[in-house]
């Protein structure tokens, strides 16, 4: 099985010898992946639609793996038990969504020992609650796939040293390691913005609200920090 560039980023991700839980599994690619290629010798792939966990189920019993990879159908961390797995992957949910499932099973969530998140929309918010919850982050990852830019987040449990509130949306390790897609993210951020004020700019009322004061302020930090590129 070849994986694509995001998810072979995140398999990449997952130390040899771990307990992987995949959380929204969809077809099983990851944990099918890792196992048959001998990484991981255990995983639990969930999903909560029947459709996709059908799917996984199927595609683990094709390839004779139902010993190594348990399929679950259940909403988010109600597949774990605390304890049962090591790494926790999230992937391909919006940022708001990650953090539900993280926080509707904290006697799971504090059982994992790294947690490796790919969201979709609203990867500061991601970061800030890792920070905040003693999450730090030890691994960001830029992936280029099909003509759009993915984040990957793994952290580890522990303290997490204060950052700049702009690093949340750009990401601390990928500014502290130049990535080399650094560049286009920042800017991809910056359009971004751009087309919300742009888009708020038509409303007095949200030209003169908080939210258009923070978007503002939130564009010149990110236009300061392109400009150190």
Request: with cysteine; charged share 20%; proline share 4%.
């Amino acid at each position: 099985m070849k994986l694509g560039e995001r998810l072979k980023t995140i398999a990449d991700m997952v130390p040899a010898g771990a307990t992987m839980a995949d959380i929204g599994t969809d077809h099983a690619y990851l944990p099918i992946y890792l196992v048959t290629r001998n990484v991981i010798s255990r995983a639990i792939a969930g999903d909560i639609h029947y459709g996709p966990y059908l799917s996984a189920k199927n595609a683990v019993e094709s390839r004779q793996l139902a010993e190594q990879v348990s399929v679950r159908q259940g909403n988010g961390l109600e597949v774990l038990s605390p304890g049962e797995a090591d790494v926790a992957v999230i992937a391909g949910m919006g940022g708001a969504n990650i953090i539900d499932i993280l926080t509707s099973r904290p006697e799971v969530t504090i059982s994992i020992k790294r947690l490796i998140l790919q969201p979709m929309i609203a990867a500061a918010l991601v970061r800030e609650w890792l920070c905040i919850n003693n999450w730090h982050i030890v691994d960001e990852q830029l992936v280029e796939e099909d003509g759009r830019l993915y984040q990957i987040i793994a952290a580890e449990q522990g303290i997490s040293r204060q950052v700049e509130p702009v690093l949340y949306e750009i990401g601390p390790l990928l500014w502290h390691t130049r990535h080399p897609l650094l560049k286009q993210h920042i800017e991809e951020l910056i359009s971004h913005l751009r087309g919300v004020l742009s888009a708020m700019a038509g409303s007095t009322e949200a030209v003169n609200s908080v939210k258009y004061r923070e978007f503002n302020g939130k564009l010149k930090e990110l236009e300061d920090k392109l400009a150190c590129l």
